[in-house]
């Protein structure tokens, strides 16, 4: 049974810096695409980035993108996600997901794995 598990939500200045991380079991995070969605209230889920099995390679969302990395971490099948310059539009619960088809995250924003989802509250 696959489960994903988010750690590190919180509170934080806007400005400042926060660190996401997204514990795996039941898959091999080397074989699937790991990715980060968050939703604000009142707006729809949106993409923040993703990271491929095989190579790595790493993509991210606009209004993310120059101030974010995705790292993954084979040996205990974590995923990171480091957020820097936070703004208050960052504010949201931030899932992290799971596909084998990285296309499945990319193309359609539907990946077959789901976190709970942690909150990220971003002040001024």
């Known amino acids: 049974q696959v489960q994903l598990v988010e750690y590190g939500g919180g509170s934080a200045q806007a400005g400042g810096s926060l660190r996401l991380s997204c514990v795996a079991s039941g898959l091999t995070t080397s074989t699937y695409a790991m990715a980060w969605f968050r939703q604000a209230p009142g707006k729809e889920r949106e993409f923040v980035g993703a990271?491929?099995?095989?190579?790595?390679?790493?993509y991210y969302g606009d209004s993310v993108k120059g101030r974010s990395t995705i790292s993954r971490k084979y040996a205990s099948d974590t995923v990171y996600l480091q957020m820097n310059n936070l703004k208050r539009e960052d504010t949201g619960v931030y899932y992290c997901a799971a596909d084998y088809s990285l296309h499945s995250i990319l193309a359609r924003g539907k990946p077959d794995y789901w976190g709970q989802g942690t909150q990220v509250t971003v002040s001024s």
């Open positions: 990271i491929s099995g095989n190579d790595g390679s790493t």
